[in-house]
T-cell receptor, first 109, second 114 residues
């Protein structure tokens, strides 16, 4: 069974304090790994897609990396507006998505 | 920009009522999905559709049905609402086989069943 776990469950950072969020997955056939950002009371917003081990993608202060078993979302010098829940999902060859439970990030000024 | 629009942001219904949640996307996407999101349980797939008039059960279809009469519109129906269906409902769409496949979500519909 395809499965996604994320750690930590919650993370509090001071503004400017870099860190990483982890997404570990097992999937029968990886068609893509996706990162989303979700603000309270809103729908998830797409950030990145990664397709193969070794791939990296960047957007502003965020960088996503992928290995055969996990993905990391690195946050460099975060700002309070980066506070959100970050969701990881995998898509298998059956075209369905499996989501992780998310990491709730708080960045304090 | 891709836009997925859900008809109601907040609804309050009574037990036993029939509830319709509407979703419209404007990017000509083939695939549409309905999820519910609950604290501690994450996103769970209710139903999905890869084409007009086509529907497939997801992981938790009990108590729900769907309708897709037009490509851009995917409706979720609660035939007889119950309190355990109080949740945030999220509609999403994605392009078909040729696309990169990411889901685009609507803003969500928060349903409370009393």
């Amino acid at each position: 069974e395809d499965q996604v776990t994320q750690s930590p469950e919650a993370l509090r950072l001071q503004e400017g304090e870099s860190s990483s969020l982890n997404c570990s997955y097992t999937v029968s056939g990886l068609r893509g790994l996706f990162w989303y950002r979700q603000d309270p009371g809103k729908g998830p917003e797409f950030l990145f897609t990664l397709y193969s081990a070794g791939e990296e993608k960047e957007k502003e202060r965020l960088k996503a990396t992928l290995t055969k078993k996990e993905s990391f979302l690195h946050i460099t010098a975060p700002k309070p507006e980066d506070s959100a829940t970050y969701l990881c999902a995998v898509r298998n060859y059956g075209q369905n998505f499996v989501f992780g439970p998310g990491t709730r990030l708080s960045v304090l000024p | 920009d891709v836009k997925v629009t859900q008809s109601s942001r907040y609804l309050v219904k009574r037990t036993g009522e029939k509830v319709f949640l509407e979703c419209v996307q404007d990017m000509d996407h083939e695939n549409m999905f309905w999820y519910r999101q609950d604290p501690g349980l994450g996103l769970r797939l209710i139903y999905f559709s890869y084409d007009v008039k086509m529907k497939e059960k997801g992981d938790i279809p009990e108590g729900y049905s769907v309708s897709r009469e037009k490509k851009e519109r995917f409706s979720l129906i609660l035939e007889s609402a119950s309190t355990n269906q109080t949740s945030m409902y999220l509609c999403a769409s994605s392009s078909g086989q040729g696309g990169s496949g990411e889901l685009f979500f609507g803003e969500g519909s928060r349903l409370t069943v009393l």
